[in-house]
């Protein structure tokens, strides 16, 4: 499921930053890797999901025995990749084949192999190439290639991210790509619309199309800084407000109010699959209003909080989103303001510690003082004002609700004043 992929790649971003443990990383690039190559629509959006099943068998494509890796590896490399995989002749699925996971720690596994673990890994990814060179002959599965508006926000959001913590340029231009994409082809003068495919678009948006898209330009924003997604985001938030907000007792609807379809119009609040449309909804308004500096964006996620405050309090594991939303709101998260010049590399160097610094919430943005849009910038986004360089380098303010540290040009003060 693409928003399967989405989700954990935002955690395992998150898991990175606070540990700053490599396996994490390579957890975020190897799941994007996968969705830029599998899941990725000639268009720029992204597909719903890849079916389980091949040639009428659950997970045949993905699954292995002993015997076919053998065959491909030669009898050592074989085992070593079984053993560490956990592929046996036995094995842990259907019809005794085995899904490739790991079961122990690669320095422990080394050890035993009497080899490093740098050697380990090195042939790890050789035999791992040749094994999908491999299952790259078999009959894939089928896939389910409509592109939902909602879904692809969680997707702009895994990438933005992933960008932030492994500077890899391509998450970035995918990113820009689908919403750029939805902008062209789901952003009506009718509204945010829900489905894709093949040229031809449905049904108008739910709260999660909204909330999902909106979190998603925010994130984006945070990655490239170009004005246009706030801009976008803005707008987008002001539709969504107008369309789904419960003005008399708070939270959002999951559905416009002239849906004539329907019966109850319900509300959207606690989390399955996927966030709840109220829960993203009350963060990226959150956000935006630190971006913004637009209060009814904080009260309306405030009263969004007071109205599913009871619910969250009884069964707070169907509300772990919305309680994120609430420690946004309770605990002041950072405002970083980075100015500098655009590829200076010291600019470049603060903007990484930013971006690989955990926090229990933060919102980045910067401006070139050099720039003839600078003011306009300076306009939108108010943490921008009289930030200026000091000493002529690029220097970044720490704020929490408006009330600043002292600024800096050092990477190593930036991160122990986003530690603090």
Not at 215 to 224: A, I, M, P, Q, R
Request: hydrophobic share 40%; net charge negative.
């Amino acid at each position: 499921m693409l928003y399967d992929n989405a989700l954990l790649t935002v955690a395992y971003c998150d898991a990175f930053q606070l540990t700053q443990k490599p396996l994490y990383r390579r957890v975020v690039s190897k799941t994007l890797n996968y969705v830029l190559s599998d899941m990725t629509d000639e268009t720029g959006g992204f597909h719903s999901a890849e079916d389980a099943d091949s040639e009428g068998e659950e997970g045949k494509f993905y699954v292995w025995t002993p015997s076919e890796i053998v065959s491909v590896l030669g009898a050592e490399d074989g085992k070593l990749f079984c053993d560490y995989f956990d592929a046996s002749n036995d094995g842990n699925f259907e019809h005794k084949r085995s899904i490739l996971h790991v079961r122990t720690v690669t320095t422990e596994f080394a050890e035993r192999y009497s080899i490093s673990e740098a050697e380990l890994e090195s042939r790890l990814a050789a035999m791992k190439s040749k094994l999908l060179e491999q299952r790259a002959l078999r009959v894939r599965p089928n896939k389910d290639d409509k592109i939902l508006t909602d879904w692809n926000g969680l997707m702009i959001s895994a990438l933005a991210r992933g960008y932030q913590v492994t500077g890899e340029e391509k998450y970035h231009i995918a990113a820009r790509k689908c919403a750029a994409f939805i902008q062209q082809n789901l952003f009506t003068s009718n509204g945010l619309m829900r489905v894709y495919r093949a040229g031809t678009v449905k049904q108008h948006g739910f709260i999660t199309d909204y909330a999902f898209l909106l979190n998603g330009l925010v994130d984006l924003y945070e990655s490239d800084f170009d004005i246009k997604w706030l801009e976008w985001a803005d707008q987008l938030a002001g539709d969504m407000l107008a369309k789904f907000e419960d003005k008399d007792n708070g939270g959002f609807f999951m559905t416009i109010p002239n849906q004539t379809d329907l019966l109850v119009r319900q509300k959207d609040s606690y989390d399955g699959a996927i966030p709840s449309g109220s829960s993203v909804a009350t963060m990226a308004l959150l956000r935006l209003s630190l971006l913004l500096d637009n209060k009814s964006y904080r009260i309306t996620a405030e009263r969004t909080l007071q109205s599913l405050a009871a619910n969250a309090n009884k069964v707070p594991m169907a509300y772990m989103n919305l309680l994120n939303a609430a420690d946004l709101l309770i605990h002041q998260p950072h405002e970083i303001a980075i100015v500098g010049t655009p590829g200076d590399e010291s600019m470049l160097a603060l903007i990484r510690c930013a971006y690989q610094t955990y926090t229990l919430g933060r919102v980045i943005a910067f401006s070139d003082p050099a720039n003839p849009t600078s003011s306009l910038i300076t306009a939108r986004i108010p943490l921008m004002k009289d930030r200026t360089m000091i000493n002529g380098k690029a220097t970044a303010y720490v704020c929490q609700n408006f009330a600043c540290k002292m600024p800096t040009n050092d990477v190593n003060v930036l991160a122990a004043q986003l530690g603090q």
